[in-house]
């Protein structure tokens, strides 16, 4: 099985492409990077952005799917909305199951979007995904409905299903998962780790997904996995979310 990630370079290595690609590799998949930018960062810290040009995602993307048969691909931070409409073109020309993770903002604080990134998402992107995975804060962003209990994520899941199959993360939410699958919510409960060894979750998390959606599971099998993997790799990090002790 041959994956993608579309998504921004951490050189610390916690998150981006290079978590991707060890989550990949952990699973049993052989994953493929398209970088959309370059940051200065660690997991304290984004010191400074640099956007990839467009026609340059581009050309990486037709690069890889020149040789590689790809079904799955998953997104990170794509930044611009130049980006989302360029890798919305690709996945319509490939034909390409994307799950996207709508990155806005890292774990140590940086802004890793264009402030009309939330809805050029709605409108370019997440209509073509098989599935989405926002965090608290970026639910709230994509459906403008705050996010504090378990009912108003429903309420947001709901809204945001609409537009394409998502789970509403629950680290900030006392592990609370929301999911809105082919029009059914449901709610699974992750237990929660006290530490700050949280960098790259996000990352680990969706490329799992595609991993075990790559291996033939089912949507909602493939997040419950995933879900267990994240936590496990939450659990046995030290500098940042690594691969888990599976």
């Known amino acids: 099985m041959i994956v993608m990630s579309i998504a921004g370079v951490d050189p ?13 590799q952990a699973l049993g998949v052989y994953g493929t990077g398209i970088v959309t930018a370059l940051t200065a960062q660690n997991p304290q810290k984004m010191y400074s952005l640099k956007a990839i040009e467009t026609s340059y995602v581009e050309e990486q993307i ?23 409409k360029s890798v919305s073109k690709k996945i319509r020309e490939y034909n390409l199951k994307a799950v996207v ?26 209509p073509k995904a098989i599935l989405t995975t926002p965090n608290v804060s970026e639910a709230e962003k994509l459906t403008n409905i705050k996010i504090t209990n378990e009912e108003e994520a429903k309420k947001a899941c709901e809204k945001l299903g609409k ?10 939410l006392n592990g609370i998962n929301t999911t809105y699958i082919d029009g059914a919510i449901s709610i699974f409960k992750q237990k929660l780790l006290k530490t700050d060894n949280l960098h ?5 998390f969706s490329a799992a997904i595609v991993s075990y959606l790559s291996q033939k599971n089912d ?13 496990e790799s939450i659990k046995n990090g030290k500098y ?5 002790k599976l």
Request: charged share 15%.
């Open 200 to 204: 790259g979750s996000g990352c680990n």
């Open 12 to 24: 610390s290595g916690g998150a981006g492409i290079f978590a991707d690609i060890k989550t990949f």
């Open 219 to 231: 949507l909602k099998t493939s997040i419950l996995k995933a879900s267990d993997y994240t936590y």
């Open 62 to 84: 037709d690069a890889v799917l020149d040789t590689y048969n790809v079904e799955y691909i998953k997104t990170g931070m794509l930044y611009s909305t130049d980006i989302i």
């Open 163 to 172: 537009t394409c199959n998502n789970i509403i993360t629950g680290g900030h």
């Open 240 to 244: 940042g979310t690594l691969i888990a």
């Open 101 to 126: 993770d709508p990155v806005m903002v890292s774990t140590s604080g940086g802004e890793l979007a264009k402030n009309d990134l939330s809805q050029n998402l709605l409108k370019y992107l997440l």
